[in-house]
C-alpha cells in the first residue's frame, strides 16, 4: 500500500506513466468508464477546496466508482475533537483510498502512516500540493510538448504557495530547467523548498520585477496571496496585490509563453487575459482531473 504525500513520492519514470495514461484516458474515456467499479473514494477535507476536491469526485466517478468523504472540518467528528490517526483508522473501514486537505502542514503524512488505505495529500496548509503539479505537469507536457530546456516564472505567495513548492521540485528534475521567483520580499520561496534547486544545481534567480523578467519566460505561474495563511490582515491588505498580470504587461512576453495559475484567481491575473490563447489555468482545471484518475489507478495497482 502505498501513500502520496510530496511529489517527491513518484519517480520520474512514473511521472511519465501518469501522463501517458491521462493522455489514453482523454483519447478514449469509455475504456476507462468501469475501471474502478465497486471502489469507493473518501474527499476528507478540512480545509474549502472547489478544484480539488470535485475534481477527485468526478475522476473516480468516471472510473465507475463512488465517492464518499466531508468538505468541512465542522461536519465531521474533528469538531469533537478525534484524532485525524482515529479518523482515517476509521474512513480505512469505508473506502479504498483518501484524498485529504488539511490547514496544518503535514496532516496528510500523519494520515498516511495510520491509515489502512493509501492517502493522497490534496493541499497541506503552506507546503506541498502534488497533485495539482500532476496538473500542472499534464498541462506543460500538452502545451510545450516536454519537460526540458524551460525558463519557469513562478511570481505572487512563493511562501505559502505550496503548489510552487511541489512544482519548483518536480520541475528541477528535468533537464535545461532554471527558475526566476518574483515576489515581494516578505513573500520569497522558504529555504527548504528551495533545497531540491541546491542539491540538483538548478539556475534560478530571485527578483520582485516581473516587467524585467517577462521577456526570458516560457512559463509564468501565477499564484494568488494565501490571505488564510497571513497572522496578520494590514500584512496582507498590503501585499495582496503585489502583482496584477494585464494584457499590457504582457507584450513582451514571448509569444509561445504559456500563462499558469492554480486558481482560484483573485485579482491577480485580469479577466481580459481569459480569452489570450496562451493563458492556460482552465485547462490546467481539466487536466487535473485526468491526472487524478491515473494516479488513482495508479495506487490501487487498477491495470
Ligand atoms: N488549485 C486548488 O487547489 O484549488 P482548490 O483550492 O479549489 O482545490
Same mark, same amino acid.
Given at each position: 500500500?502505498?501513500?502520496? *504525500? ?102 496528510? &503524512?500523519?494520515?498516511?502512516? *495510520? ?5 493522497? $495529500?490534496?493541499?497541506?496548509? /503552506?507546503? *506541498? ?19 526540458? $530546456?524551460?525558463?519557469? /516564472? ?32 516578505? &513573500? ?6 528551495? =533545497? ?35 497572522? $496578520? ?11 496584477? =498580470? ?16 492554480? &486558481?482560484?484567481?483573485? $485579482? ?17 482545471? &481539466? ?17
Amino acid at each position: 500500500m502505498r501513500s502520496i *504525500n510530496s511529489i517527491k513520492d513518484l519517480s520520474l519514470q512514473e511521472i511519465d506513466a501518469l501522463v501517458q495514461t491521462a493522455e489514453d484516458i482523454i483519447a478514449r474515456p469509455e475504456h476507462y468508464a468501469r475501471k474502478m467499479a465497486g471502489k469507493k473514494l473518501a474527499t476528507l477535507f478540512y480545509e474549502p477546496s472547489t478544484r480539488t476536491r470535485l475534481s477527485f469526485e468526478a475522476a473516480m466517478i468516471e472510473l465507475g466508482g463512488h465517492v464518499i468523504g466531508f468538505s468541512e472540518a465542522q461536519s465531521s467528528s474533528a469538531a469533537k475533537g478525534e484524532s485525524i490517526a482515529d479518523t482515517v483508522k476509521t474512513i480505512s473501514c469505508y473506502a479504498d483510498i483518501i484524498a485529504m486537505r488539511h490547514p496544518k502542514e503535514g496532516a496528510p &503524512l500523519v494520515a498516511s502512516l *495510520n491509515a489502512g488505505v493509501p492517502v493522497i $495529500n490534496s493541499g497541506d496548509g /503552506g507546503h *506541498n500540493h502534488p497533485t495539482q503539479t500532476l496538473a500542472d505537469l499534464l498541462t506543460i507536457h500538452r502545451e510545450k510538448g516536454s519537460f526540458t $530546456n524551460l525558463r519557469v /516564472g513562478v511570481c505572487g505567495d512563493l511562501k505559502f504557495g505550496r503548489t510552487v513548492h511541489s512544482l519548483i521540485d518536480a520541475m528541477s528534475r528535468y533537464d535545461g530547467v532554471s527558475f526566476v521567483m518574483i515576489s515581494p520580499e516578505e &513573500l520569497k520561496v522558504p529555504s527548504y523548498a528551495k =533545497l531540491p534547486l541546491k542539491e540538483r544545481g538548478i539556475p534560478y534567480t530571485q527578483t520582485t520585477d516581473l516587467a524585467a523578467a517577462m521577456p526570458e519566460l516560457d512559463i509564468l505561474y501565477m499564484t494568488r496571496v494565501q490571505r488564510e495563511r497571513f497572522f $496578520n490582515e494590514d500584512d496582507y491588505v498590503r501585499l495582496k496585490d503585489s502583482y496584477i =498580470l494585464t494584457p499590457q504587461k504582457l507584450t513582451t512576453a514571448k509569444k509561445d509563453l504559456i500563462i499558469m495559475h492554480p &486558481l482560484p484567481r483573485v $485579482n491577480e491575473i485580469s479577466v481580459a487575459i481569459d480569452e489570450d490563447p496562451r493563458a492556460c489555468y482552465f485547462k490546467q482545471v &481539466l487536466y487535473g482531473k485526468y491526472m487524478r484518475m491515473a494516479l488513482m489507478m495508479m495506487l490501487l495497482e487498477v491495470k
